[in-house]
């Protein structure tokens, strides 16, 4: 079965503190696609990231990063410098592709809510 | 481009009343999905339009919950006989590749 476990439920931090948002997932299946999210108090959730299986090369977007180790099921997200506008829910997603080019439906984890005080 | 937009953005609605619920896609994707945001489940999935093939109807909760998607396009998410429980916020997303964007989702309140 498909599990995506994001262990911390809430963290505080100040601004311009580092930040790493863990999640880990289960699959049994060799291809997949990871993701993140991001659900800021508006609610709409705006994507992040998107990593396939085989490509486990870390990934750096402006002050975001990610950390993508297949021996230990994890796909962490590492925001750098944080600012009060990174406060919201982030949520790790695992999809199984129907096909070459479709995804299939996400597997969320629960969430991580992130403060981030001025 | 227009992102994918779903009506009404609020729903309250009484006990055993039937609701539908919107989802205009982005246009050109082939895919939409159903998911439902509750305090105490999270993100769930609920079902899953690809072209024409037949959906993935594997995570509605019970019978009282279908969809459809007419042309390839517009979905509706219907709720018979709502109860208590199914008061959350009912997203939706299209993509075309693996990417999913979402809409802003609606939010349904069943007294």
């Known amino acids: 079965a498909q599990k995506v476990t994001q262990a911390q439920t809430e963290i505080s931090v100040v601004e311009k503190e580092d930040v790493t948002l863990d999640c880990v997932y289960e699959?049994?299946?060799?291809?997949?696609?990871l993701f993140w999210y991001k659900q800021p108090p508006s609610g709409e959730l705006v994507f992040l990231i998107r990593?396939?299986?085989?490509?486990?090369q870390n990934e750096i977007s402006g002050r975001y990063s990610w950390n993508f180790q297949k021996s230990t099921s994890s796909f962490n997200f590492t925001i750098t410098a944080s600012q009060v506008v990174d406060s919201a829910v982030y949520f790790c997603?695992?999809?199984?592709?129907?096909?070459?080019?479709?995804?299939?439906?996400?597997?969320f984890g629960q969430g991580t809510e992130l403060s981030v005080k001025p | 481009g227009a992102g994918v937009s779903q009506s009404p953005s609020n729903k309250v609605t009484e006990k055993g009343k039937d609701v539908e619920l919107r989802c205009d896609p982005i246009?050109?994707?082939?895919?939409l999905y159903w998911y439902r945001q509750s305090l105490g489940q999270g993100l769930e999935f609920l079902i899953y339009?690809?072209?024409?093939?037949?959906?993935?109807k594997s995570g509605l909760p019970s019978d009282r919950f279908s969809a459809e998607r007419t042309g390839g396009s517009v979905s509706t998410l219907t709720i018979q006989r709502t109860q208590q429980e199914d008061s959350a916020v009912y997203l939706c997303?299209?993509?075309?590749?693996?990417?999913?964007?979402f809409g802003p989702g609606t939010r349904l309140t069943v007294l």
């Open positions: 990593r396939n299986s085989f490509d486990e």
């Open positions: 997603a695992l999809s199984e592709p129907i096909d070459y080019n479709q995804g299939g439906k996400l597997i």
């Open positions: 246009s050109g994707h082939t895919a």
């Open positions: 699959t049994r299946d060799t291809t997949y696609y």
């Open positions: 339009f690809q072209g024409n093939s037949a959906p993935d």
């Open positions: 997303a299209s993509s075309e590749y693996n990417e999913q964007f």
